[in-house]
Nanobody
Framework: QVQLVESRGGLVQAGGSLRLSCSAS????????MGWYRQAPGKQRELVAT???????NYADSVKDRFTISRDNAKNTVYLQMNSLKPEDTAVYYC????????WGQGTQVTVSS
């Protein structure tokens, strides 16, 4: 089993920055990809960013050039640096890791005020 603990999100003004982290514990020796999804009210869950074990990253078009995903394999932690935040980035953000299946964080609220 793998447990994921996300850092707290928060309230930030448009144009501001926020960094999320997500640490995995338990049977973490076979973690493959890591990443982040988000879900805004009334909308489907959206893939935000992914990072492979080798560090290859992929981003949703809506966050490219504003968000940066990174990982620390020694700490089994994935990060999401969010810059130039917009009100439309408001959502609950969920981290995940992939072993033989997906494991999810508890979700953290990010609210961007205009």
């Amino acid at each position: 089993q793998v447990q994921l603990v996300e850092s707290r999100g928060g309230l930030v003004q448009a144009g501001g920055s926020l960094r999320l982290s997500c640490s995995a514990s338990g049977s973490t020796f076979s973690i493959n990809a890591m990443g982040w999804y988000r879900q805004a009210p009334g909308k489907q869950r959206e893939l935000v960013a992914t990072i492979s074990t080798s560090g290859t990253t992929n981003y949703a078009d809506s966050v490219k050039d504003r968000f940066t995903i990174s990982r620390d394999n020694a700490k089994n932690t994935v990060y999401l640096q969010m810059n130039s935040l917009k009100p439309e980035d408001t959502a609950v953000y969920y981290c995940y890791v992939v072993l033989k299946s997906y494991y999810w964080g508890q979700g953290t609220q990010v609210t961007v005020s205009s």
